[in-house]
Nanobody
Framework: QVQLVESGGGLVQAGGSLRLSCAAS????????MGWFRQAPGKEREFVAA????????YYAESVKGRFAMSRDNAKNTVYLQMKSMKPEDTAVYYC??????????????WGQGTQVTVSS
C-alpha cells in the first residue's frame, strides 16, 4: 500500500519561502513519477511540478518556473518542493502524487492528504 505523507505547509509572507516534503512508503519508487499538485478554494486541482524518480527529470507549470524547485532524497524516500518568491496566488492545499510509468503506460496514482500553504500579501 503506497502512502504519501506531506509536511511543511504553513503561513508565509509574499516574497518568502517554504519547503514541502513528501515521504513515500510502501513501494520501490524507481519507476514512479512523483508530482506536486495544488488546489485553491473554488478552483480545480492543478499541476505544479513533477519528477521522474529514477532520472530526476523535472517538469514545472509555467506559473512556478524559476520560483519552485523539486528534488528528491533517495535514502529517505522523500521528495521536496522548494518554493521561493512566493505570491498570494500560490495559496492552496498542496498534494503529493505518485504514479508508476512503465513502457509509457501509467498505472494507478496515489495521493497524499495535502498540506495547506497560505501566502499573505
Amino acid at each position: 500500500q503506497v502512502q504519501l505523507v506531506e509536511s511543511g505547509g504553513g503561513l508565509v509572507q509574499a516574497g518568502g519561502s517554504l519547503r514541502l516534503s513528501c515521504a513515500a512508503s510502501g513501494r520501490t519508487f524507481s519507476s514512479y513519477v512523483m508530482g506536486w499538485f495544488r488546489q485553491a478554494p473554488g478552483k480545480e486541482r492543478e499541476f505544479v511540478a513533477a519528477m521522474t524518480w529514477s532520472g530526476g527529470v523535472t517538469y514545472y507549470a509555467e506559473s512556478v518556473k524559476g520560483r519552485f524547485a523539486m528534488s528528491r532524497d533517495n535514502a529517505k524516500n522523500t521528495v521536496y518542493l522548494q518554493m521561493k518568491s512566493m505570491k498570494p496566488e500560490d495559496t492552496a492545499v498542496y498534494y503529493c502524487n505518485a504514479r508508476p510509468v512503465v513502457g509509457g503506460l501509467s498505472g494507478p496514482e496515489y495521493w497524499g492528504q495535502g498540506t495547506q500553504v497560505t501566502v499573505s500579501s
